[in-house]
């Protein structure tokens, strides 16, 4: 069975949406975790671990949106040395 498939657009835009929806949800994570983790009764550890663990996870949706454009940047040098060495 033949797949087609359409590239829709480049693959440096794809980054840069990727990129921009991983900041979006970080800033989300963090003020709707804090709202949330506020709004309820808990206690002073629920509390800690319970920042600790929204923290956390914007951190890393972050970091996963620095490191897309990175992952572009390394498979262009490596088509461009490929290329050269052929």
């Not at 590239?7 to 975790?33: E, F, H, K, P, R």
């Not at 972050?62 to 490596?78: F, K």
């Amino acid at each position: 069975m033949k797949r087609t498939t359409r590239q829709v657009g480049t693959s440096s835009s794809d980054i840069q949406l990727g990129s921009l929806a991983c900041y979006v949800l970080a800033a989300v994570v963090l003020v709707a975790g804090f709202w949330r983790l506020f709004s309820v009764e808990a206690s002073e550890i629920q509390v800690l671990l319970g920042a600790l663990l929204v923290l956390n996870l914007s951190v890393m949706s972050a970091a996963v949106g620095l490191l897309l454009p990175i992952s572009l940047r390394s498979q262009q040098l490596a088509h461009a040395h490929e290329q050269i060495s052929r």
